[in-house]
């Protein structure tokens, strides 16, 4: 446990996100329980699952387990592809409560933008239905365009508060971040450490690291930080747990930044599916 506590970015409805999470994305339901006490007791606040990682009832258990107090944590879950459309929406939203034994969520996302489909309008709907019942206090989107999100809002004149993209210094989803922060979307960084990847032994990171006393996974998740993104680092190994929250205590400066950004490869940095075209069940 270290004394860091991660600061709060405000979202456009008047709500908040502590800027540094954990993801649990790839973990299996039994070991989640475990890991999400782990993490709470590390001092992360902020746990990110979705329907599809088939942890929401480990996820819940560990929610019940902790001695941290609910209106201190922060509960992301969000809704897969299958499930997209008005009413299917609402009937995954009461499924995914059950799991996780929750009266309200924090922040309900649509998991994937799912373009043939073509039902994430009639999905938002259902989502801003769902915050104004009271049962999700914020509600956002994945994966989505520019082009989408402004479609949302010309359809809704609902914004998302956020949106969680892959994101990490090889893809830094530049343009997409510029639009979002005209528009007050928060930006949240899915695979920040590029799922530990080469990413974490590019000789730059390396050299920023031994320069800081940190190490590569620090200084990246000091660099999300420092742009402004949330992050939501995924580990299931005790020590590094607590490591990434110990991220927070690591504070770049700019040529760090500008060394940082010029590692962006552009769209070969990106490592999983282009949500522009992806479409998958
Ligand atoms: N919305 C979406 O479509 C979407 C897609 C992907 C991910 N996400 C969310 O984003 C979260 C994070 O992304 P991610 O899980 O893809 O990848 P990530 O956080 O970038 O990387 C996780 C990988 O890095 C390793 N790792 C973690 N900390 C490390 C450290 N300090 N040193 C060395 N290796 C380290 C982990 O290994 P160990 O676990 O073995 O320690 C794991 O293999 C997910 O868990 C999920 O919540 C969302």
């Known amino acids: 446990m270290t004394n860091l506590v991660s600061p709060e970015l405000s979202f456009h409805d008047g709500n908040s996100i502590p800027q540094l999470g954990y993801g649990v994305w790839k973990v299996e339901d039994d070991v989640a329980t475990d890991v999400v006490v782990q993490a709470f007791a590390a001092g992360y606040r902020h746990i990110d699952t979705a329907r599809i ?30 499930d997209q459309g008005y009413e299917s929406t609402l009937s995954a939203f009461d499924a995914s409560m059950e799991r996780l034994g929750l009266e309200y969520l924090d922040l309900y996302l649509i998991h994937w933008l799912q373009p043939k489909q073509g039902k994430y309008v009639d999905t938002w709907k259902a989502l801003i239905e769902l915050q104004k019942s009271g049962r999700v206090k914020s509600i956002g989107v994945c994966n989505f365009t520019v082009e989408a999100l402004a479609e949302l809002e010309e359809a809704t004149g ?6 969680q993209v892959e994101t990490h210094p090889y893809f830094p989803q530049t343009e997409l971040r510029e639009f979002e922060a005209s528009k007050g979307i928060l930006h949240q960084s899915w695979s920040p450490l590029g799922q530990g990847s080469e990413l974490l032994a590019d000789p730059a990171l390396v050299a920023i690291a031994e ?29 590094r747990i607590v490591e990434n929250h110990a991220g927070l205590g690591v504070t770049l400066d700019e040529s760090d930044i500008a060394a940082i950004n010029a590692l962006d490869k552009g769209a070969a940095g990106r490592i999983a599916a282009d949500p522009a075209v992806s479409d998958f069940a």
């Open 53 to 82: 990682y088939g942890n929401e009832e480990g996820v819940g258990r560990a929610i019940a387990a902790t001695d941290v107090p609910r209106e201190d944590m922060f509960i992301t879950t969000k809704v897969w592809n299958a």
């Open 158 to 163: 609902v914004l998302p508060v956020i949106n």
């Open 211 to 239: 320069k800081h006393n940190a190490t590569v996974a620090q200084v990246v998740i000091a660099w999300h930080l420092a742009l402004g993104n949330v992050v939501i680092p995924k580990s299931v190994t005790p020590s």
